[in-house]
């Protein structure tokens, strides 16, 4: 189902209230690198990256 208009600005303004975004440059090339090893634990990219975070702040679940 495809997003309205309306529906991507009300996913922009929720997002922007309940989100910081961090920006993360890496070589061009890892980036699929990444997305592929996430993905073969069963994450996605953000996921995969903050629960690396988490871990290396003694923050996991």
Partial sequence: MAY????KRAVAKYSAKAYDSILL???KGE???IQAHAESK???LNK???QLIEQDMG???
Avoid: F, N, P
């Fill in 25 to 27: 440059r890496v070589k």
């Fill in 42 to 44: 069963g994450l996605s």
């Fill in 4 to 7: 309205t208009e309306a529906g």
């Fill in 31 to 33: 980036r699929e690198k």
């Fill in 59 to 61: 923050k996991m679940d």
């Fill in 48 to 50: 995969y990256i903050q």
